[in-house]
């Protein structure tokens, strides 16, 4: 009995689910915080179709530079649909994976290839570690989405059924406008339009002809017209070239020369893994302090094979082999990945490796097929041979499948959690700062700061020129220490920090608070006022720049900056309680007066707003009111004594019986005096 024509295709997508179904229980990691967890866009109703007018870190800290808007849209469904947990993003990761797999023995199956060969090339794909990092990062189906439309696209080109001929040559241009908006390298597949227009394979079917030429070039004008609207899209919504942070890549700040080596080298490693997929790793150091990339065996054996690559889709191409267009995908996917036309958004990402795995399965799976038929041609065995000889074949092929499969479940256990990944970063590329910076912030994260400290020390050595990665270094060290030289240290670290990115305003505001531990308000009322110009509503900047003009006596600008904070934190006792006491200061009595009747309504419980308007009432000699408040204060709290023995005001009453008195009577109390460091006078 012939099997249903579904169960292939379902067999292939199961197999690429079993792979991975152990990400289910993963949590969300590195750009899924951001993308996912923190971007409150993906909550807003519309988001899914207003997704196509913003970039795609919209709802993020990050700039624009990429447009990627069906990703983003996924996202926001996935979420309505599944929950925002981590476990429905995940699932539909594996879900994305397998209909790929499916889809990629569709189109083997339509090339066409035949079962063995076409059952090779999906399962190689299902297996391959390459899947293991879009898989298992939830943002990372930036490569399965245009994956998914690329192979729709190309399904939809060989269509050879008389009329639907033309509507399928629409159709791959609409997909192809798919995959655009899912990711900028799937443009690589125009190239294989335009070669398969200009120059077409021949099929292995005898009297299966191409489409007519007038048909092939509808194709093209729809492929055309679709990165004409992708272009257009962009346009519109103000998207230019991203820039890359050389903390991210330090390619992007070598200079061209060095660049074209140190990317060799690196894709000489991408190309080996594609084809061998150990464990990938890469000790070099980019770092500027580093010594210039210098050409060696390994960069001559990676442009070589590049070049051979090339020279081989050339050839393959004018003679119109069927492996052209697979090898030439496999190629043009590769090179935007390769820091070789221009450096990328990440130094390390094998997920940049999935869609040039696609024409690689194929190519694989081509292969196979021409091997087994010049096998069969050349020895013509009996029916009983060719049965021996298959199971053969498929158990090589089994335990290949077997061994890729367990390589890629266990590659995929680095994303399960950040701390697992950044360490596996650290050992694979001991000298990438990002690795060492993000393992840093994870320790931070768990509360060990110490351990934190260490990474982000190491990262700095390597590459010290991110601003992000000196003030995480400075505020992890203010956790481990606390004295003067740690201050210093850390102060170093802001200044480089602001001065690397003079609009990054935190270190600015962190700066000024060191320099006020350090007894240095003049340097504080600089740096503050400078984070004040750049970030007008930030109050902890505003809080600085306040205390530092107190620190240096200009008690009534500090009591205007206070007073602005107080009618913007009127519950913060650490901005109402110098308002009134710069004010007490400055010698303006009547202000401090109803700063302090205000404070204390706020306030009711606190003793010291009766202290200060004690304090106010003194200073105005007048005694009765004075002592009444006293009295109301030392009944909250029996700190007043000690706050008296710390100001001058009541100086001229120390010598009156009743003032006396008045201490020696008073209640005790519970505490409730000003936080620690309030200034008293």
Same mark, same amino acid.
């Given at each position: 009995?012939?099997?249903?024509?579904?169960?292939?295709?379902?067999?292939?997508?199961?197999?690429?689910?079993?792979?991975?179904?152990?990400?289910?229980?993963?949590?969300?990691?590195?750009?899924?915080?951001?993308?996912?967890?923190?971007?409150?866009?993906?909550?807003?109703?519309?988001?899914?179709?207003?997704?196509?007018?913003?970039?795609?870190?919209?709802?993020?800290?990050?700039?624009?530079?990429?447009?990627?808007?069906?990703?983003?849209?996924?996202?926001?469904?996935?979420?309505?649909?599944?929950?925002?947990?981590?476990?429905?993003?995940?699932?539909?990761?594996?879900?994305?994976?397998?209909?790929?797999?499916?889809?990629?023995?569709?189109?083997?199956?339509?090339?066409?290839?035949?079962?063995?060969?076409?059952?090779?090339?999906?399962?190689?794909?299902?297996?391959?570690?390459?899947?293991?990092?879009?898989?298992?990062?939830?943002?990372? @189906?930036?490569?399965?989405?245009?994956?998914?439309?690329?192979?729709?696209?190309?399904?939809?080109?060989?269509?050879?059924?008389?009329?639907?001929?033309?509507?399928?040559? %629409?159709?791959?241009?609409?997909?192809?406008?798919?995959?655009?908006?899912?990711?900028?390298?799937?443009?690589?597949?125009?190239?294989?339009?335009?070669?398969?227009?200009?120059?077409?394979?021949?099929?292995?079917?005898?009297?299966?002809?191409?489409?007519?030429?007038?048909?092939?070039?509808?194709?093209?004008?729809?492929?055309?017209?679709?990165?004409?609207?992708?272009?257009?899209?962009?346009?519109?919504?103000?998207?230019?070239?991203?820039?890359?942070?050389?903390?991210?890549?330090?390619?992007?700040?070598?200079?061209?020369?060095?660049?074209?080596?140190?990317?060799?080298?690196?894709?000489?490693?991408?190309?080996?893994?594609?084809?061998?997929?150990?464990?990938?790793?890469?000790?070099?150091?980019?770092?500027?302090?580093?010594?210039?990339?210098?050409?060696?065996?390994?960069?001559?054996?990676?442009?070589?094979?590049?070049?051979?690559?090339?020279?081989?889709?050339?050839? %393959?191409?004018?003679?119109?082999?069927?492996?052209?267009?697979?090898?030439?995908?496999?190629?043009?996917?590769?090179?935007?990945?390769?820091?070789?036309?221009?450096?990328?958004?990440?130094?390390?990402?094998?997920?940049?490796?999935?869609?040039?795995?696609?024409?690689?399965?194929?190519?694989?799976?081509?292969?196979?097929?021409?091997?087994?038929?010049?096998?069969?041609?050349?020895?013509?065995?009996?029916?009983?041979?060719?049965?021996?000889?298959?199971?053969?074949?498929?158990?090589?092929?089994?335990?290949?499948?077997?061994?890729?499969?367990?390589?890629?479940?266990?590659?995929?256990?680095?994303?399960?959690?950040?701390?697992?990944?950044?360490?596996?970063?650290?050992?694979?590329?001991?000298?990438?700062?990002?690795?060492?910076?993000?393992?840093?912030?994870?320790?931070?994260?768990?509360?060990?700061?110490?351990?934190?400290?260490?990474?982000?020390?190491?990262?700095?050595?390597?590459?010290?020129?991110?601003?992000?990665?000196?003030?995480?270094?400075?505020?992890?060290?203010?956790?481990?220490?606390?004295?003067?030289?740690?201050?210093?240290?850390?102060?170093?670290?802001?200044?480089?920090?602001?001065?690397?990115?003079?609009?990054?305003?935190?270190?600015?505001?962190?700066?000024?608070?060191?320099?006020?531990? %350090?007894?240095?308000?003049?340097?504080?009322?600089?740096?503050?006022?400078?984070?004040?110009?750049?970030?007008?509503?930030?109050?902890?900047?505003?809080?600085?720049?306040?205390?530092?003009?107190?620190?240096?006596?200009?008690?009534?600008?500090?009591?205007?900056?206070?007073?602005?904070?107080?009618?913007?934190?009127?519950?913060?006792?650490?901005?109402?309680?110098?308002?009134?006491?710069?004010?007490?200061?400055?010698?303006?009595?009547?202000?401090? @007066?109803?700063?302090?009747?205000?404070?204390?309504?706020?306030?009711?419980?606190?003793?010291?707003?009766?202290?200060?308007?004690? @304090?106010?009432?003194?200073?105005?000699?007048?005694?009765?009111?004075?002592?009444?408040?006293?009295?109301?204060?030392?009944?909250?709290?029996?700190?007043?004594?000690?706050?008296?023995?710390?100001?001058?005001?009541?100086?001229?009453?120390?010598?009156?019986?009743?003032?006396?008195?008045? %201490?020696?009577?008073?209640?005790?109390?519970?505490?409730?005096?000003?936080?620690?460091?309030?200034?008293?006078?």
């Amino acid at each position: 009995m012939r099997e249903p024509r579904w169960v292939p295709y379902a067999a292939v997508a199961l197999l690429a689910a079993a792979v991975y179904v152990h990400t289910l229980s993963f949590g969300f990691v590195f750009d899924d915080q951001w993308l996912v967890v923190q971007n409150r866009f993906l909550l807003e109703p519309w988001s899914a179709l207003t997704a196509f007018t913003h970039h795609f870190w919209y709802g993020t800290p990050f700039g624009a530079g990429f447009y990627r808007p069906i990703v983003v849209a996924s996202l926001a469904l996935n979420g309505r649909l599944f929950g925002w947990g981590p476990a429905g993003f995940h699932a539909f990761n594996v879900l994305l994976h397998a209909g790929n797999a499916a889809l990629v023995l569709l189109l083997a199956r339509r090339l066409p290839l035949s079962g063995f060969a076409a059952g090779l090339s999906a399962a190689l794909f299902a297996v391959h570690p390459v899947g293991a990092w879009p898989v298992g990062s939830v943002v990372a @189906r930036v490569d399965l989405l245009p994956a998914i439309f690329i192979l729709l696209a190309w399904i939809a080109w060989t269509t050879r059924d008389g009329g639907w001929q033309r509507g399928g040559m %629409l159709l791959t241009g609409a997909c192809f406008l798919g995959a655009l908006l899912c990711k900028e390298s799937a443009a690589a597949f125009l190239g294989i339009v335009v070669m398969a227009v200009l120059r077409p394979p021949v099929s292995r079917i005898e009297g299966r002809a191409p489409p007519p030429r007038s048909v092939r070039c509808l194709g093209l004008a729809a492929s055309v017209g679709a990165l004409g609207i992708y272009l257009v899209a962009r346009r519109i919504n103000g998207i230019g070239l991203p820039s890359i942070e050389q903390l991210v890549n330090p390619l992007a700040g070598m200079p061209w020369s060095s660049r074209v080596i140190a990317a060799l080298a690196l894709s000489g490693r991408y190309v080996l893994y594609l084809v061998f997929p150990l464990r990938f790793a890469d000790p070099h150091d980019y770092a500027p302090s580093a010594s210039p990339p210098q050409v060696t065996a390994g960069v001559v054996l990676a442009a070589t094979a590049l070049l051979v690559w090339v020279a081989a889709v050339l050839v %393959l191409w004018w003679r119109r082999d069927r492996l052209a267009l697979p090898a030439a995908f496999a190629l043009g996917s590769f090179l935007p990945a390769s820091n070789l036309l221009r450096p990328i958004n990440s130094l390390y990402a094998q997920n940049f490796l999935y869609l040039p795995l696609i024409g690689l399965c194929l190519v694989t799976g081509e292969i196979a097929e021409r091997t087994v038929s010049r096998a069969r041609a050349g020895s013509e065995p009996s029916a009983h041979g060719r049965a021996a000889r298959i199971p053969i074949r498929g158990w090589v092929a089994g335990a290949v499948v077997v061994v890729l499969g367990l390589a890629a479940a266990r590659e995929a256990l680095i994303w399960r959690a950040e701390e697992p990944l950044f360490r596996a970063w650290t050992r694979r590329f001991p000298n990438y700062a990002l690795a060492h910076f993000n393992l840093g912030l994870t320790r931070l994260d768990l509360g060990d700061a110490a351990t934190a400290l260490k990474s982000l020390r190491r990262a700095l050595a390597i590459d010290d020129r991110s601003p992000q990665l000196q003030a995480y270094t400075a505020a992890a060290l203010m956790l481990v220490r606390d004295d003067r030289e740690a201050l210093e240290e850390a102060l170093s670290h802001y200044r480089k920090a602001f001065q690397s990115d003079p609009q990054f305003v935190k270190p600015r505001v962190n700066a000024a608070s060191i320099l006020l531990r %350090l007894g240095r308000p003049e340097e504080a009322e600089r740096e503050a006022r400078e984070a004040v110009r750049i970030a007008p509503d930030l109050n902890e900047a505003r809080i600085d720049l306040a205390e530092s003009m107190f620190r240096q006596e200009k008690y009534l600008e500090a009591a205007r900056e206070f007073g602005r904070l107080a009618a913007i934190l009127p519950d913060r006792f650490e901005v109402r309680s110098p308002h009134v006491v710069s004010l007490i200061r400055g010698g303006d009595l009547d202000a401090a @007066r109803q700063a302090a009747l205000a404070a204390r309504k706020e306030f009711p419980g606190l003793a010291w707003f009766d202290f200060c308007l004690a @304090r106010v009432e003194a200073r105005s000699g007048r005694r009765a009111e004075a002592f009444a408040l006293l009295e109301a204060s030392l009944a909250k709290d029996e700190k007043t004594r000690d706050w008296i023995g710390e100001v001058e005001d009541f100086d001229r009453y120390r010598s009156d019986p009743a003032f006396a008195a008045l %201490l020696a009577s008073a209640r005790r109390g519970p505490s409730t005096g000003p936080a620690p460091g309030a200034p008293l006078r």
